[in-house]
């Protein structure tokens, strides 16, 4: 009979059940102290090479990771300030429709009545822009008469 045979046996037979020999461990207490390491230079010098590539490839690593988070902020900022920029276009084409509202002419003669103001005289509109020489050449401060009109 085999030895699982003779575990699977029944209850009644009471036998041990083993398939080989038993392992037994005895502890042996070793003293390290008086031991010396001795140094091995040509290791040493193969764990600076490999700390030095290990702290080149961290590097190399943390410039590529750096590089790819400013990029990624760099891309948000640039699209903030392009939202920024297409709201004041709006802005600003909203500031010119009511600058072309405010100065139709029809409306300020309309508001100019309303407030009692009456179309100029002969004589009282001076034109600036035939002062000016065309060149934008500085112009001498001249003093001419004043003369005032009253109109009621």
Same mark, same amino acid.
């Given at each position: 009979?085999?030895? &699982? ?14 398939? $080989?020999?038993? @392992? /037994? ?23 600076r090479q490999f700390g030095v590539a290990l702290g080149c490839l961290f590097l190399l690593v ?8 400013? &990029? ?14 297409? $709201?004041?276009? @709006? /802005?600003?084409r909203a500031l010119h429709l009511e600058e072309a509202s405010l100065r139709d002419p029809s ?46």
């Open positions: 009979m085999s030895a &699982a045979a003779t575990c699977a046996a029944p209850a009644r037979r009471r036998r041990p059940c083993w398939t $080989g020999t038993p @392992e /037994i461990y005895f502890a042996k207490p070793i003293d390290n102290s008086r031991m010396v390491k001795l140094e091995d230079p040509r290791r040493s010098r193969e764990m943390m410039v590529f990771a750096w590089q790819h988070y400013k &990029a990624i902020e760099y891309g948000y900022q640039i699209e903030g300030l392009k939202a920024q920029r297409n $709201g004041m276009i @709006e /802005i600003n409306r300020v003669d309309i508001w100019a009545r309303e407030h009692g103001l009456q179309p100029p005289q002969a004589g009282q509109i001076i034109r600036m822009d035939t002062v000016l020489p065309d060149n934008g050449a500085p112009v001498m401060a001249s003093m001419a008469p004043v003369s005032v009109v009253s109109v009621r």
